[in-house]
């Protein structure tokens, strides 16, 4: 039964309130039902079939306007998600490091990221300001400014914090962070870890641990402070920042090194890694490092 065949028969009393409800939907009869409430005032107390015939076209009016109505809303709506949408895609900020290049990160907020050689960053800036979170694929070290909480993401694990500064390496299947000041919670391997000052936490043992505080500050840009990595990942990350190779034939890299990672001076960084190994290296070319037993 179309609507206005609905509307007649309620009108000439064919049909109940709740019939006519049913029929034509409860928004739409409480529109007519408070017209209809209104009509009580006309001055003719019979509902003639001139004033049927006004009241129908009134009626047609009203729904006419209620879908032009709708119908922009829903073009307002689609606009405003798609503006939306645009400028949330060209807020995405990504940043790569090559190796042997380092780059320092300044967010909106005041905190600082030093992306490490061969790592990358991303961030959207519009979503930061609601939701301070990152994600990073390689080694970074972070100064976070106090506010709300800040999340890193990566491959193989996730860190929380309100305000603080640490390091988080995090290639292929390794997963290390370091917390240097404040309070850090990490997710990794299906556990959560809270870092306080000076302890730090790794994938391999799948334990945290405490390292002595170091002399300079954490935020120095020539060095980095590793704490229970892998020797094999530290050579790694030597390649990394001087963008050079190594031949480790002579020697097994067995270990794992605590303290500090020079970044600005290869003779100084690979005396500081390899001498407490008792190893020794020899240039072959400007770029090729022998790593040797020392005599």
């Known amino acids: 039964m179309e609507n206005k065949e609905v509307l007649l028969n309620w009108l000439e009393g064919n049909l109940t309130d709740d019939q006519v409800e049913r029929e034509i939907g409860s928004e739409e009869f409480q529109l007519y039902k408070k ?47 798609g503006i939306s949408s645009v400028l949330v895609f060209f807020a995405n900020q990504n940043i790569i490091t090559s190796v042997g290049n380092t780059e320092i990160v300044t967010i909106f907020d005041g905190s600082t990221i030093k992306l490490a050689p061969n790592s990358s960053l991303s961030y959207n800036s519009v979503l930061y300001f609601f939701n301070r979170k990152v994600t990073l694929e390689g080694n970074a070290l972070f100064n976070v400014i106090p506010g709300n909480s800040f999340t890193v993401n990566s491959p193989n694990g996730e860190v929380s914090v309100l305000g603080t500064s640490f390091n988080i390496i995090d290639r292929e299947d390794y997963f290390n962070v370091v917390c240097f000041t404040g309070k850090v919670a990490v997710k990794a391997n299906k556990q959560e870890v809270i870092l ?7 994938n391999l043992s799948n334990k945290k641990s405490k390292f002595n505080d170091v002399s300079k500050d954490s935020s120095n840009n020539s060095y980095l402070y590793l704490n229970q990595v892998p020797l094999p990942m530290v050579i ?10 190594f031949n480790t034939d002579a020697v097994s890299l067995e270990g794992t090194f605590n303290g500090l990672f020079i970044n600005d001076n290869i003779e100084l960084a690979l005396k500081n890694v390899l001498y407490p190994f008792n190893f020794d290296f020899e240039w072959q070319k400007d770029n090729f490092v022998v790593i040797i037993p020392r005599q």
């Open 35 to 81: 017209i209809i409430d209104a009509s009580a005032k006309w001055e003719s107390p019979k509902r003639k079939s001139t004033h049927r015939e006004e009241f129908l076209t009134k009626m047609q009016s009203v729904k006419k306007r209620k879908a032009n109505t709708s119908v922009l809303l829903k073009y307002a709506a689609i606009f405003l998600i």
């Open 196 to 202: 306080k000052s000076l302890e730090g936490f790794e």
């Open 236 to 245: 790694k990350e030597l390649s990394n920042y001087y963008n050079v190779e």
